[in-house]
């Protein structure tokens, strides 16, 4: 009989809590073997690129997108310094040695010292070898009307011009085999295709320097793309010094920045936790007399972060690292429930009850937050979508594992510790009203005035982990190597090399002649000129043009027998079949060596061109007008272009979050305390946005996500303050713990990080003031009280 | 083109153990423009072309010449390299397969005839009526693009130079008597110099 009903009550507790435990245990399954299943590498990525989205409409972010994952990303320039009275010869052995190393390597798919001039010579070679298929069309172009006779003629009053020019001693080689001056000629207007070296002398004082364009296997923000590179690099280094002991080596490329981003923004993730947790550790023991049942709120984050980063993966592919950076701020919404309910409880109530009386602030404060980050979901930056889903899905978990997990710990008591100095006496007479009103509006004010002055600022950089240092040594490599900001590249694209070419031909007419473009395609006929020049009639016409041109050259004092190996070459340039044009100029630029071969794309998806021309500063770039198929890159400003277009978007939804957030509080607690409730969030933002503008920061996407979060808690805050009862030591608790954890954030050295943090921390802390001060008459005395 | 220029340098070949101290002195005149003419032999032409013009040298700036034919550009020589200076402002450098023959030419600019002495093998004919010929003969080891260089003037002034790379392609230059001048005008800096 004695044992009866304890056997009863047993079995009664443990159906009690079989249902909460149960639901955990197969959420907690279900999203670990989903979690287990993933590849990090497929489905996680760090590439700052695919924060903007792949489908972009606009075409020049597009374009600019598809180079940084194209070939121009995995080029590492390097520079070889040794004493200065090292001969050009040794230091010439020493970069070919270091060359060969790095061919040598799986990680690199090509290397070429630049001072060998290998690769020039290569391609000298390759466009002499077809100078009549490639160069000859466009000369042919010239003459309308072409005769043999006439050709002749101008052929030699263009050689003789050119015999007297001061280049002629140049190209004294070259003359008897191309006298018609095909290369010559192209080498003027394509001289700044390959910049070369400025100077033989490096930054380091009395050395000189070898110069080496190196490409890499594998992409350089991936793990095969860095440290296997750096490893080459280093066994490359240790060969070049066999030949000179003294060599200092210097290289460049985005795998450093990687690499250097990557270990940076670990170890700082590292350090801002171990910060934030002794933050928060010190906030609780302040607060709170019991810190070990501080544990039991870590179940709650663990299964709201895990729902969150399951549904996330499962919506999207690939999920970007920085969503779960960001995504942590989840960890300081979902916390505020368990304060709440473990803050909240009364003794010798049950746990239904209090969740009964707790019910409105808790859906208050979720449902709120709920449709704000639900309407970053519209947002088409990836970032912000996915930031969005994650957040609100890790919200509606966080609740939910809230509700069940205390379900079985009911008895749970944090034994807050009175602070008797912050209590407020509730009880407002006029005097008090009016102080308050006063202040209300004197923050309005400063929040208006504030607004009135933001001043905005879009830049992808902000997203990246400062590299001082590295960014010097960049910019002194790449001005060896001839790079500079001084010139517009222009992308040209088609669908086939005839309508690249074509297009490509459009925009060369379009250019001013003082001004020229220069792209690789000029090395390439235009289809039109190709299609006359190998046309029957053409071709019958062009087999008188030898004897002619004899007879011209002999009658202008020239040796006829000099022009020999022309007259071979062309002789057998008419007997054969002339290539297909898609063929030829396939074959050609597969062909092309070094960095040449990365001026133009040939793939499945189209061909394009790059080309350059030297900035005009009194015609900006965004007012010329382009022909069809070509776009001008302006690289990172033309992306930070589309980041402001993004930024605006986000605010519109924010907006509309803002809306939402009202209209909730309005259906919760009817219209004149739903104002009030809505009122302390959003004047907490505004003002905090005021403060930081006066503080002269200018504000970017990050402040306003940051503007997003801190709204929602401090919404959570207005409707835990509206509910019965003395809310405000679990407020009190749940802000300044939130607090002290971004806090943390502003020391981080990623702007848009510390940015993030300076907003939510400065919006967490006026909410807590407005709820301790009851600034917005909020609190509801208990109805035992009352 | 590079190596025509290192003749126009020999105007400021400085003093040497093995070149005598009056041809010497000629590498201390001051800002100085002479005129001169260029035979240029080509195994493509029965007889030579023939093209004229101004040098100018500057011991500070480098050397500058300026050719008489319409659109041609201004050469000009000088510590940071060769520049060509079109006439519609264009600007071009030496290729880099031109670095061989600048550093013979940086080397004869900066008076660092040990440099030179890499390259060439000199050889002085003086005769009794104060003439001279200067030649250097192309070492079998070096990689510079002439065989031979031959400089012949008197005590006043240099007279030809003659730069060859075969007996049939070759270049014959000829000096006027120089103009000393007291500086050139900024104009002339402007644009015979950078």
């Given at each position: 009989?004695?044992?009866?009903?304890?056997?009863?009550?047993?079995?009664?507790?443990?159906?009690?809590?079989?249902?909460?435990?149960?639901?955990?245990?197969?959420?907690?399954?279900?999203?670990?073997?989903?979690?287990?299943?993933?590849?990090?590498?497929?489905?996680?990525?760090?590439?700052?690129?695919?924060?903007?989205?792949?489908?972009?409409?606009?075409?020049?972010?597009?374009?600019?997108?598809s180079?940084?994952?194209?070939?121009?990303?995995?080029?590492?320039?390097i520079?070889?310094?040794?004493?200065?009275?090292?001969?050009?010869?040794?230091?010439?052995?020493?970069?070919?040695?270091?060359?060969?190393?790095?061919?040598?390597?799986?990680?690199?798919?090509?290397?070429?010292?630049l001072?060998?001039?290998?690769?020039?010579?290569?391609?000298?070679?390759?466009?002499?070898?077809?100078?009549?298929?490639?160069?000859?069309?466009?000369?042919?172009?010239?003459?309308?009307?072409?005769?043999?006779?006439?050709?002749?003629?101008?052929?030699?009053?263009?050689?003789?011009?050119?015999?007297?020019?001061?280049?002629?001693?140049?190209?004294?080689?070259?003359?008897?085999?191309?006298p018609?001056?095909?290369?010559?000629?192209?080498?003027?207007?394509?001289?700044?295709?390959a910049?070369?070296?400025?100077?033989?002398?490096?930054?380091?004082?009395?050395?000189?320097?070898?110069l080496?364009?190196a490409?890499?296997?594998?992409?350089?923000?991936?793990?095969?793309?860095?440290?296997p590179?750096?490893?080459?690099?280093?066994?490359a280094?240790?060969?070049?010094?066999?030949?000179?002991?003294?060599?200092?080596?210097?290289?460049?490329?985005?795998?450093?920045?990687?690499?250097?981003?990557?270990?940076?923004?670990?170890?700082?993730?590292?350090?801002?936790?171990?910060?934030?947790?002794?933050?928060?550790?010190?906030?609780?023991?302040?607060?709170?007399?019991?810190?070990?049942?501080?544990?039991?709120?870590?179940?709650?984050?663990?299964?709201?972060?895990?729902g969150?980063?399951?549904?996330?993966?499962?919506?999207?592919?690939?999920?970007?690292?920085?969503?779960f950076?960001?995504?942590?701020?989840?960890?300081?919404?979902?916390?505020?429930?368990?304060?709440?309910?473990?803050?909240?409880?009364?003794?010798?109530?049950?746990?239904?009850?209090?969740?009964?009386?707790?019910?409105?602030?808790?859906?208050?404060?979720?449902?709120?937050?709920?449709?704000?980050?639900?309407?970053?979901?519209?947002?088409?930056?990836?970032?912000?979508?996915?930031?969005?889903?994650?957040?609100?899905?890790?919200?509606?978990?966080?609740?939910?594992?809230?509700?069940?997990?205390?379900a079985?710990?009911?008895?749970?008591?944090?034994?807050?510790?009175r602070?008797?100095?912050?209590?407020?006496?509730?009880?407002?007479?006029?005097?008090?009203?009016?102080?308050?009103?006063?202040?209300?509006?004197?923050?309005?004010?400063?929040?208006?005035?504030?607004?009135?002055?933001?001043?905005?600022?879009?830049?992808?950089r902000?997203?990246?982990?400062?590299?001082?240092?590295?960014?010097?040594?960049?910019?002194?490599?790449?001005a060896?190597?001839?790079?500079?900001?001084?010139?517009?590249?222009?992308?040209?694209?088609?669908?086939?090399?005839?309508?690249?070419?074509?297009?490509?031909?459009?925009?060369?007419?379009?250019?001013?002649?003082?001004?020229?473009?220069?792209?690789?395609?000029?090395?390439?006929?235009?289809?039109?000129?190709?299609?006359?020049?190998?046309?029957?009639?053409?071709?019958?016409?062009?087999?008188?043009?030898?004897?002619?041109?004899?007879?011209?050259?002999?009658?202008?004092?020239f040796?006829?027998?000099?022009?020999?190996?022309?007259?071979?070459?062309?002789?057998?340039y008419?007997?054969?079949?002339?290539?297909?044009?898609?063929?030829?100029?396939?074959?050609?630029?597969?062909?092309?060596?070094?960095?040449?071969?990365?001026?133009?794309?040939?793939?499945?998806?189209?061909?394009?061109?790059?080309?350059?021309?030297?900035?005009?500063?009194?015609?900006?770039?965004?007012?010329?007008?382009?022909?069809?198929?070509?776009?001008s890159?302006?690289?990172?400003?033309?992306?930070?272009?589309?980041?402001?277009?993004?930024?605006a978007?986000?605010?519109?939804?924010?907006?509309?979050?803002?809306?939402?957030?009202?209209?909730?509080?309005?259906?919760?607690?009817?219209?004149?305390?739903?104002?009030?409730?809505?009122?302390?969030?959003?004047?907490?933002?505004?003002?905090?946005?005021?403060?930081?503008?006066?503080?002269?920061?200018?504000?970017?996407?990050?402040?306003?996500?940051?503007?997003?979060?801190?709204?929602?808690?401090?919404?959570?805050?207005?409707?835990?303050?509206?509910?019965?009862?003395?809310?405000?030591?679990?407020?009190?608790?749940?802000?300044?713990?939130?607090?002290?954890?971004?806090?943390?954030?502003?020391?981080?050295?990623?702007?848009?990080?510390?940015?993030?943090?300076?907003?939510?921390?400065?919006?967490?802390?006026?909410?807590?003031?407005?709820?301790?001060?009851?600034?917005?008459?909020?609190?509801?005395?208990?109805?035992?009280?009352? | 083109?590079?190596?025509?220029?290192?003749?126009?340098?020999?105007?400021v070949?400085?003093?040497?153990?093995?070149?005598?101290?009056?041809?010497?002195?000629l590498a201390?005149?001051?800002p100085?423009?002479?005129?001169?003419?260029?035979?240029?032999?080509?195994?493509?032409?029965?007889?030579?072309?023939?093209?004229?013009?101004?040098?100018?040298?500057?011991?500070?700036?480098?050397?500058?010449?300026?050719?008489?034919?319409?659109r041609?550009?201004?050469?000009?020589?000088?510590?940071?390299?060769?520049?060509?200076?079109?006439?519609?402002?264009?600007?071009?450098?030496?290729?880099?397969?031109?670095?061989?023959?600048?550093?013979?030419?940086?080397?004869?600019?900066?008076?660092?005839?040990?440099?030179?002495?890499?390259?060439?093998?000199?050889?002085l004919?003086?005769?009794?009526?104060?003439?001279?010929?200067?030649?250097?003969?192309?070492r079998?080891?070096?990689?510079?693009?002439y065989?031979k260089?031959?400089?012949?003037?008197?005590?006043?002034?240099?007279?030809?130079?003659?730069?060859?790379?075969?007996?049939?392609?070759?270049?014959?230059?000829?000096?006027?008597?120089?103009?000393?001048?007291?500086?050139?005008?900024?104009?002339?800096?402007?644009?015979?110099?950078?």
């Open positions: 009989m004695i044992r009866a009903p304890s056997v009863l009550s047993v079995l009664s507790v443990v159906k009690k809590i079989r249902l909460p435990l149960l639901v955990l245990l197969v959420f907690v399954a279900l999203c670990a073997a989903w979690l287990l299943s993933l590849d990090p590498r497929k489905h996680f990525t760090t590439d700052i690129t695919e924060l903007l989205p792949a489908a972009e409409r606009d075409p020049e972010a597009r374009l600019a997108l180079l940084v994952r194209e070939r121009q990303a995995r080029v590492v320039l520079a070889l310094d040794a004493p200065a009275n090292t001969s050009a010869s040794t230091l010439a052995s020493a970069a070919q040695a270091f060359a060969e190393t790095l061919r040598a390597s799986p990680a690199f798919a090509a290397a070429e010292p001072a060998s001039q290998t690769w020039q010579h290569a391609l000298g070679q390759q466009l002499h070898t077809h100078r009549f298929d490639l160069l000859f069309p466009t000369w042919l172009a010239q003459f309308p009307n072409p005769t043999p006779e006439s050709l002749a003629a101008s052929a030699i009053t263009a050689l003789d011009a050119h015999l007297a020019s001061p280049a002629a001693a140049a190209t004294a080689d070259l003359l008897p085999s191309d018609l001056l095909l290369l010559p000629n192209l080498a003027e207007r394509a001289s700044s295709l910049p070369f070296p400025s100077a033989s002398t490096s930054t380091l004082n009395s050395r000189v320097s070898a080496i364009w490409e890499t296997t594998a992409d350089p923000l991936t793990e095969d793309g860095q440290q590179v750096f490893a080459a690099l280093a066994a280094t240790s060969n070049a010094r066999q030949t000179i002991p003294d060599l200092a080596v210097r290289d460049t490329g985005i795998a450093r920045f990687a690499a250097a981003a990557k270990a940076s923004t670990k170890n700082e993730i590292g350090r801002l936790n171990l910060f934030a947790l002794f933050g928060v550790l010190l906030v609780s023991a302040l607060l709170i007399r019991r810190l070990r049942s501080l544990l039991h709120l870590l179940p709650p984050i663990l299964l709201a972060t895990l969150a980063v399951t549904v996330t993966t499962l919506v999207f592919p690939r999920v970007h690292i920085l969503v950076v960001l995504g942590s701020l989840l960890s300081g919404v979902a916390v505020d429930y368990g304060f709440h309910l473990l803050l909240a409880r009364r003794e010798n109530e049950s746990y239904r009850a209090r969740l009964r009386r707790l019910a409105l602030p808790l859906i208050g404060g979720a449902g709120t937050t709920l449709a704000g980050f639900l309407l970053l979901t519209l947002s088409e930056l990836p970032l912000v979508h996915q930031l969005g889903v994650y957040v609100a899905v890790g919200i509606t978990c966080g609740l939910a594992a809230t509700l069940l997990y205390f079985l710990f009911p008895s749970i008591d944090l034994a807050p510790r602070l008797p100095h912050l209590n407020v006496n509730f009880n407002l007479n006029s005097t008090r009203r009016r102080f308050r009103a006063g202040i209300f509006f004197a923050l309005l004010a400063l929040s208006a005035f504030g607004l009135t002055r933001i001043t905005w600022q879009d830049d992808l902000l997203l990246e982990y400062p590299a001082p240092e590295l960014r010097i040594n960049d910019a002194a490599l790449r060896a190597f001839g790079e500079n900001n001084a010139s517009t590249t222009f992308l040209t694209r088609g669908a086939n090399f005839t309508e690249a070419r074509t297009h490509w031909q459009n925009l060369a007419n379009s250019t001013p002649a003082e001004n020229p473009i220069t792209s690789i395609a000029a090395l390439l006929p235009a289809p039109a000129d190709y299609a006359a020049a190998t046309s029957p009639q053409t071709r019958a016409t062009l087999a008188a043009f030898p004897a002619a041109f004899l007879a011209a050259a002999e009658a202008a004092d040796e006829p027998d000099a022009f020999a190996p022309f007259l071979a070459d062309f002789t057998a008419l007997a054969a079949s002339p290539p297909d044009y898609e063929t030829l100029l396939r074959q050609t630029t597969l062909a092309l060596p070094g960095p040449l071969g990365l001026l133009v794309h040939d793939a499945s998806d189209g061909v394009w061109f790059l080309s350059t021309q030297a900035r005009n500063p009194t015609t900006p770039a965004a007012t010329v007008v382009l022909p069809e198929g070509t776009v890159l302006s690289g990172i400003q033309g992306l930070n272009t589309l980041f402001s277009r993004y930024r978007a986000a605010a519109q939804l924010s907006l509309f979050g803002c809306v939402a957030l009202i209209v909730i509080a309005c259906a919760l607690h009817g219209p004149r305390l739903g104002l009030r409730t809505a009122a302390l969030p959003l004047l907490a933002a505004t003002t905090a946005a005021a403060l930081l503008t006066l503080h002269g920061e200018p504000f970017g996407l990050f402040h306003l996500l940051g503007a997003l979060l801190g709204v929602c808690l401090a919404d959570d805050y207005a409707h835990f303050a509206a509910a019965e009862g003395d809310t405000r030591p679990a407020i009190r608790l749940s802000a300044l713990s939130t607090a002290a954890s971004f806090a943390v954030l502003m020391t981080s050295a990623i702007p848009a990080v510390s940015a993030l943090g300076a907003t939510v921390t400065l919006i967490v802390l006026l909410a807590l003031v407005f709820v301790e001060t009851d600034l917005f008459s909020l609190h509801q005395p208990p109805r035992d009280q009352s | 083109m590079i190596a025509r220029l290192l003749l126009f340098l020999a105007l070949i400085p003093a040497s153990a093995t070149v005598p101290t009056r041809i010497a002195a201390d005149l001051g100085l423009s002479a005129e001169f003419s260029e035979a240029r032999h080509t195994p493509l032409k029965k007889r030579p072309v023939v093209v004229t013009g101004i040098v100018r040298i500057d011991r500070a700036r480098g050397l500058s010449l300026a050719y008489d034919q319409d041609a550009p201004v050469v000009i020589l000088d510590a940071e390299g060769l520049l060509l200076r079109h006439p519609d402002g264009r600007e071009q450098s030496a290729p880099p397969e031109a670095e061989e023959d600048l550093r013979v030419l940086h080397a004869l600019f900066a008076f660092d005839f040990p440099t030179l002495e890499k390259s060439y093998d000199q050889k004919i003086e005769s009794p009526d104060d003439a001279w010929t200067l030649t250097f003969t192309r079998p080891d070096s990689s510079a693009s065989r260089l031959i400089l012949s003037g008197t005590t006043d002034h240099l007279i030809s130079i003659i730069l060859a790379k075969t007996p049939k392609l070759r270049t014959e230059i000829t000096l006027s008597a120089p103009r000393l001048l007291p500086a050139f005008s900024p104009e002339d800096h402007t644009r015979y110099f950078r």
